[in-house]
């Protein structure tokens, strides 16, 4: 029994037809081209964070609809351990304890909290090298980018007219 080609595969062949083919594409979860706005209100620290985050995840062809809840969450949770933190170094990372001890601030324990949360959900999204590379393998690693340019061929006088 033969596989079925994917999306990219149609289109690279020029069979590809909306008509026929798009039911698959909704199913395979396409990769999003365009950010869409977050599934629910984000404040302005966290809506910064999913904008330069999904705007990375798009670019590297690891982003779809279905991944946009979850690169919310880890707005949120990044936008906490910042705020945290900010608020630990002003008022200081460790207390002292009526007897006489040290600990750490709840405003440390609740950005290491935080930021625990905010791991978790990058390493579900591909956003540490680890991650990306038990999500696509080596692949991740490669440079998509060409390695010479039609400008520079051409200056060196590689790039040849074409006779139609």
């Given at each position: 029994?033969?596989?079925?080609?994917?999306?990219?595969?149609?289109?690279?062949?020029?069979?590809?037809?909306?008509?026929?083919?798009?039911?698959?594409?909704?199913?395979?979860?396409?990769?999003?081209?365009?950010?869409?706005?977050?599934?629910?209100?984000?404040?302005?620290?966290?809506?910064?964070?999913?904008?330069?985050?999904?705007?990375?995840?798009?670019?590297?062809?690891?982003?779809?609809?279905?991944?946009?809840?979850?690169?919310?969450?880890?707005?949120?949770?990044?936008?906490?351990?910042?705020?945290e933190m900010e608020a630990a170094q002003v008022e200081g990372i460790t207390v002292e304890l009526p007897n006489g001890?040290?600990?750490?601030?709840?405003?440390r324990k609740a950005a290491e909290t935080a930021l625990k949360n905010a791991n978790a959900l990058a390493d579900k999204l591909g956003l540490s090298p680890a991650a990306r590379h038990r999500i696509r393998g080596a692949g991740a690693f490669q440079d998509d980018t060409p390695k010479t340019s039609a400008i520079l061929e051409m200056m060196k006088g590689g790039l040849k007219k074409k006779v139609v």
């Amino acid at each position: 029994m033969s596989r079925k080609k994917s999306i990219e595969e149609l289109k690279k062949e020029g069979t590809y037809r909306p008509d026929k083919h798009a039911h698959r594409e909704a199913e395979a979860g396409a990769l999003l081209v365009e950010l869409p706005p977050p599934p629910f209100a984000l404040k302005r620290e966290a809506a910064a964070v999913y904008r330069i985050e999904g705007q990375r995840l798009i670019g590297q062809k690891m982003l779809k609809e279905t991944d946009l809840r979850t690169l919310a969450m880890y707005s949120v949770e990044a936008s906490v351990y910042v705020s945290e933190m900010e608020a630990a170094q002003v008022e200081g990372i460790t207390v002292e304890l009526p007897n006489g001890i040290s600990a750490a601030s709840a405003h440390r324990k609740a950005a290491e909290t935080a930021l625990k949360n905010a791991n978790a959900l990058a390493d579900k999204l591909g956003l540490s090298p680890a991650a990306r590379h038990r999500i696509r393998g080596a692949g991740a690693f490669q440079d998509d980018t060409p390695k010479t340019s039609a400008i520079l061929e051409m200056m060196k006088g590689g790039l040849k007219k074409k006779v139609v």
